[in-house]
């Protein structure tokens, strides 16, 4: 036994029946998306950037839209510099934000040093960690025996608004300066 449907309309009504399918398709669509970033139904929609969890650059857990959001918060350079540290005969410290002139919301600081080398046969290095880390990062390096001075700079995310550093091998013959210069 076999059925046979036959249905014939014209032109107009199937391009008018195709239309008002694609009408409903979006209307659903846009009724289901949620245009806050931070909520969502995911069965619904997916997720949100407000509902992924990624670990920042200081390693603390934020939702992806917050990341996002940070990383495009304007870097400031400042006109002048905030000098940490500066001196010969080296020295270890933590920078701590509310010690400084920057706003306490600060999250990202441009860390400069330089490391005068007058000729020593030493190694000397700037360094610096998050508080509650123990691997140090090279800020400035300086070659056994350079006769000229060693500069470089880094944006470094602060942890709970602070920075340790340190001047490795550090000899009285040498000139270091660590300053700030600039913030976001």
């Known amino acids: 036994m076999a059925i046979k449907l036959e249905i014939t309309m014209t032109n107009k009504w199937l ?14 669509g846009v009724w289901a998306y949620n245009s806050d970033m931070r909520a969502g139904n995911p069965p619904v929609m997916g997720h949100s950037a407000g509902e992924i969890h990624v670990e920042d650059s200081s390693g603390n857990i934020v939702s992806l839209q ?38 306490p919301e600060t999250s990202e600081v441009l860390l400069y040093g ?15 960690k998050h508080p509650s880390h123990n691997t140090w990062k090279n800020l400035v390096l300086s070659n056994n025996g350079a006769l000229y001075p060693n500069t470089n700079s880094v944006w470094v995310p602060l942890e709970n608004g602070e920075l340790d550093w340190i001047i490795t091998d550090a000899s009285e013959l040498q000139d270091y300066r660590i300053e700030i210069q600039g913030y976001k």
């Open 15 to 28: 391009y008018s029946l195709i239309a008002v399918g694609i009408f409903l398709a979006l209307g659903v």
């Open 66 to 103: 917050d990341a996002l959001d940070d990383n495009l918060r304007e870097r400031i350079l400042l006109d002048s510099p905030i000098v940490i540290f500066n001196g010969n005969g080296g020295g270890t410290g933590t920078l701590d934000i509310l010690d400084t002139s920057l706003p």
């Open 114 to 128: 330089t490391i005068d080398d007058g000729n020593d046969n030493n190694y000397e290095a700037i360094k610096y």
